[in-house]
């Protein structure tokens, strides 16, 4: 009996011990958490000292995670850290510098001891998501690179102002401070000119920009005033003094009146590129874009599809960059490079497109082959014609007086035809024994005997008894060439040599066919030379008697001559047959022996007569 009861009493012990864990065991288990992971676009850099908030990034998609819907649902926002070089969440302990708000998680201030990988979780009951984020504090000597020298870290903020135009700037993220702070914060402005990299702090010397409360007015905006804005907030909070610095790029444009869509400046509409098969080839495409606030592209389309829906991309990419920009004005370029241009792509549409938010405008570049010239057949061509331009030149050079005799032979006309002169050469000297027996014995007897032209010698073809005046100046007259012979006593004053030499350059100066050709016998110094001589000299040619390299017929000197004397033509019964010019150049080959023994003979002396009389 006693055992009997002891069974149902054991049984009721053992329902009373399991019960609470079967109702226990019923309860909900909490749901799985979801893991975003790392955020790379919410991470923070603080500067140290400074204070500073995170935000959420669950709540930057306000579609998805909106903090006042999750509220109402019953979630509740949970923050954790990962200290540096640690792998285990600890949730955050909130104090008066670490405190939450709504989706913030503010740190007042900033320490070195803050940098980690922070999350923050949301969760109810029934749901559960979480996401990380990087917090990375700087050293306040590490960051400070501006002329204000105030350590602002993250990208400025972008204002626009129109120039002669007014403007109010707002300090970013002064409203959630203004909700930390137990009082009103106070902002300290900075302007850092482009131009000069100084920095200007509030009042700036002039009425057109001033600070309203925390705000700073632009009353008329001008180009100086362009460049970065800085703004320090400065508030307590329990006692203690924080701040904090941003930046704003303040940008200057003009007001445009006329029409915001963009325009193709290159390629123009006549504009063809010149290209060629297997090169690498580039098309230039510049928009001109009028400034709007509205995003702004420009871009390449081949046969109307973009390059990287082309089959053949690979062969396809464009450089874009910016060209010109004028106050809100700019001008952008790309430039589309199509490697191993193939002839398939000339029959295809390359068309550069500009657009904004004001409208859209394309066009086409025009292609055309260019023509492949022979290069070696070009480059053979150009070298022979360049060897025988320097072979003619080097030719000339050498050979310009062989090459003008022998044209004179050819094509020159004879005097005689064409005047009526009766002597070919007049020969004026210095009456003395050596210039005498050079003139008798060398010129004349070459001229005459050698080269067939007619002489005029005064002393010798003069009559008796004449005027020596009048016949002087009637020898001149009636010759074609006056050839003064040049020695140290030539043409002294009042000598017969200066009358001829006088009369020689008053006929060339009346236009005749009368040339004067000087022959420079002996050197003379220019400053014995008398005034008609020297004058003459500058519009008169000079040829030189070298002694005995002057001898043969072939010298330079009897060459020299021969250009400068007349074309003596003489007919087949004439003495010495044949031309003058044909006669000189036989004599150029002939032996210098033989040309050397016709220039002694014939040697004339005739009576020296002095001419005292003044001219």
């Known amino acids: ?71 109402s649902t019953g979630h509740n926002l949970f923050w954790y850290r990962i200290p540096e070089g640690h792998d285990l969440e600890d949730p955050i302990t909130y104090s008066t510098r670490l405190s939450k708000d709504r989706d913030r998680l503010w740190l007042q201030p900033v320490t070195a001891n803050d940098t980690g990988l922070y999350i923050c979780m949301l969760r109810n009951k029934s749901s559960c998501s979480k996401i990380a984020m990087r917090l990375t504090v700087i050293q306040r000597d590490e960051v400070v690179h501006n002329a204000c020298q105030l350590p602002v870290v993250g990208p400025a903020s972008q204002v626009v102002i129109f120039i002669n135009m007014g403007k109010t700037l707002q300090c970013p993220s002064l409203q959630d401070a203004t909700k930390m702070a137990d009082s009103e914060p106070t902002v300290s402005w ?80 006549e504009q063809i590129f010149t290209v060629k098969q297997d090169t690498k080839v580039q098309l230039a495409c510049r928009g001109l874009f009028p400034y709007h606030e509205s995003p702004w592209d420009i871009w390449w389309t ?114 005689r035809h064409t005047d009526d002169k009766e002597y070919d050469v007049y020969i004026s000297y210095a009456r003395n024994s050596e210039e005498e027996q050079f003139v008798m014995s060398t010129l004349r007897s070459v001229l005459e005997n050698e080269l067939g032209y007619s002489v005029c010698i005064f002393d010798r073809d003069s009559l008796p008894g004449g005027t020596i005046t009048d016949e002087t100046l009637s020898f001149v007259a009636r010759s074609r060439r006056v050839l003064v012979v040049i ?94 010019e044909g006669a000189l150049m036989r004599l150029i080959s002939q032996n210098s022996t033989n040309s050397q023994s016709g220039l002694i003979t014939d040697k004339v002396k005739e009576p020296q007569r002095v001419f005292n009389s003044a001219v």
């Open 302 to 415: 081949v046969d109307g599809k973009k390059l990287d829906e082309l089959p053949d991309h690979q062969r396809f990419s464009k450089i874009n960059s910016q060209v010109n920009y004028d106050y809100g004005e700019q001008t952008e370029e790309s430039i589309l490079v199509i490697k191993n241009f193939q002839a398939e792509d000339l029959n295809r549409e390359f068309n550069c497109s500009v657009k904004n938010g004001k409208g859209f405008s394309t066009r086409r570049a025009q292609l055309e082959e260019e023509v492949s010239l022979p290069s070696v057949e070009l480059g053979c061509g150009l070298g022979i014609t360049l060897v025988l331009m320097l072979l003619l030149f080097v030719v000339y050079h050498v050979f310009w007086l062989e090459l003008l005799l022998l044209y004179r032979s050819w094509f020159g006309t004879d005097e």
């Open 487 to 580: 020695s140290p006593g030539y043409a002294s004053q009042g000598s017969q040599a200066l009358l001829e030499l006088k009369a020689g350059i008053d006929g060339m100066a009346r236009g005749g066919h009368l040339r004067v050709i000087l022959v420079q016998y002996k050197q003379v110094q220019r400053q014995v030379w008398v005034r008609e001589l020297r004058r003459a000299r500058v519009a008169l040619a000079l040829v030189r008697w070298q002694g005995d390299k002057s001898k043969e017929l072939t010298s330079r000197f009897w060459k020299r001559l021969r250009v400068e004397l007349p074309v003596r033509r003489l007919s087949s019964g004439e003495e010495g047959g044949g031309s003058t």
């Open 190 to 269: 900075y302007h850092e000119t482009p131009d000069t990299s100084r920095c200007e702090k509030f009042p700036f010397w002039n009425t057109h920009r001033q600070q309203k409360g925390a705000d700073l007015r632009f009353n008329l905006m001008l180009k100086t005033y362009r460049g970065l804005y800085y703004c320090t907030v400065h508030y307590k909070r329990r006692g203690k003094s924080l701040n904090y610095s941003r930046s704003i790029n303040v940008t200057a444009v003009y007001i445009f009146n006329g029409s915001q869509v963009p325009t193709i400046l290159q390629p123009s509409k």
């Open 1 to 71: 009996m006693a055992s009997f009861i002891s069974t149902p009493l054991l049984l009721f012990i053992g329902m009373l011990w399991v019960m609470p864990a079967i109702s226990q065991s019923s309860e909900p288990a909490e749901p799985p958490c979801l893991d975003w992971g790392e955020s790379s676009q919410a991470a923070v850099s603080l500067v140290q000292g400074d204070s500073g908030w995170l935000s959420c990034p669950l709540f930057s998609h306000p579609t998805v995670y909106n903090y006042s819907s999750t509220q």
